[in-house]
């Protein structure tokens, strides 16, 4: 048997519905940067970890190192906008609310949950990064999230 195409991968992959998040980090020079992703899901409750794949291309991946802390804002059916913003190249904070987080990472204004992160381990996978973190901070609030299914976005309803 033939091996997968990644065409076949992505559109069965594409058949699991995620909700859309999108990370951040500080650089050294106080710049604050950020992705969105897909992929991001809790690993335990003792300790409470959580994971993110990040393309190993990415721009933000040299930021994201152990012991390092990052931002996870998950979006709200509001926030489409700010997932396409964070998905392009170029100054992807431009007119963005966001504030500052108790370990200095930015969070976004209006997701309707954000975590801190602190990195533990990052690991090899193919042509991702999975970064897994211990959540160190919190908060959440009302409202549906975006969701992401059939290479499409989507609301709840």
Not at 44 to 63: D, G, K, Y
Not at 67 to 80: D, T
Not at 109 to 123: D, H, Q, S
């Amino acid at each position: 048997m033939a091996g997968l195409s990644s065409v076949e991968f992505r559109q069965a992959c594409a058949k699991f519905a995620t909700g859309v998040a999108v990370i951040t980090a500080v650089a050294g020079d106080g710049s604050p940067h950020g992705m969105t992703v897909n992929s991001f899901t809790s690993v335990s409750l003792e300790p409470p970890l959580v994971l993110v794949c990040i393309e190993r291309q990415a721009a933000i991946l040299p930021l994201l190192a152990p012991g390092a802390h990052f931002g996870i804002s998950v979006l709200s059916e509001q926030q489409k906008q700010l997932s396409v913003q964070f998905s392009q190249k170029g100054d992807r904070f431009n007119g963005v609310a966001w504030l500052t987080g108790e370990t200095g990472v930015p969070l976004l204004r209006g997701a309707i949950a954000t975590f801190e992160a602190k990195i533990v381990r990052l690991l090899e996978a193919g042509d991702h990064i999975i970064v897994l973190a211990e959540a160190v901070h919190l908060t959440t609030s009302e409202g549906n999230p975006l969701l992401f299914y059939g290479s499409r976005y989507r609301i709840l309803g």
